[in-house]
């Protein structure tokens, strides 16, 4: 198994544009977490889903969107970005509640 | 509120030396308390979490609900426990799906 796999890597985007980050959880798991991670800081909780329902939100502006889907994989969105979104963003997949990060998408919004 | 307190940003030990990583929290109620390390180019990943009482790489941890403390030791640091580390908190129940982290201490093994 090759664990929680995000994409993209790396993603370059513009103030005001939009984002979707995808997160694949690893076989079995059925739940999803989203957290942002900003330098020199620890992550911080955007949500969480579990068959398809957000389970739990972080305080995040609702610019920031997610769904999980059938296959248990996830989408975050973020919509009108601001330079502040600039951060590393995990997707961890859970059972048990422990929690199986992925490597993280890098976004940096200029 | 749920909040997770790590004092030290960055921590420096030679080799052979025992380290200890801070760790508070703040919780009304009883938490899950895990410890998470992320080394060089790895993913974050997870140490030990208090309700296993284990000890992985030599590393352990104890809750201290007194002083509301989960200060991970070990008792010879070795190079290769270079790395960040991260303390956890999860709540208990029906809000058991979220991490608060604190913002983590980097520790140095020096040869």
């Known amino acids: 198994d090759a664990g929680v796999t995000q994409s993209p890597t790396h993603l370059i985007k513009t103030r005001g544009q939009h984002v979707t980050l995808r997160c694949s959880p690893i076989s079995g798991h059925k739940s999803v977490s989203w957290y942002q991670q900003v330098l020199g800081q620890g992550p911080q909780f955007i949500f969480q889903?579990?068959?398809?329902?957000?389970?739990g939100r972080g305080n995040f502006p609702d610019r920031f969107s997610a769904r999980q889907f059938p296959n248990y994989s996830s989408e975050l969105n973020v919509n009108a970005l601001l330079l502040g979104d600039s951060a590393l963003y995990l997707c961890?997949?859970?059972?048990?509640?422990?929690?199986?990060f992925g490597p993280g998408t890098r976004l940096t919004v200029t | 509120a749920q909040r997770v307190t790590q004092p030290e940003k960055l921590l420096s030990v030679f080799k052979g030396a025992p380290v200890e990583l801070k760790c508070n929290y703040s919780?009304?109620?009883?938490?899950?308390l895990f410890w998470y390390v992320q080394y060089s180019r790895q993913r974050l990943q997870l140490l030990l979490r208090?309700?296993s009482r284990e000890s992985i790489k030599g590393f352990t941890a104890d809750l201290n609900k007194g002083e509301t403390s989960f200060h991970l030791k070990k008792p010879f640091a070795q190079e290769e426990d270079s790395a960040m580390y991260y303390c956890a908190l999860s709540g208990s129940g029906g809000s058991n799906y979220k991490l608060t982290f604190g913002k983590g201490t980097l520790l140095t093994v020096n040869p």
């Open positions: 961890a997949s859970s059972l048990e509640n422990k929690q199986y």
């Open positions: 889903y579990y068959e398809k329902e957000e389970r």
């Open positions: 919780y009304s109620g009883s938490p899950e």
């Open positions: 208090h309700i």
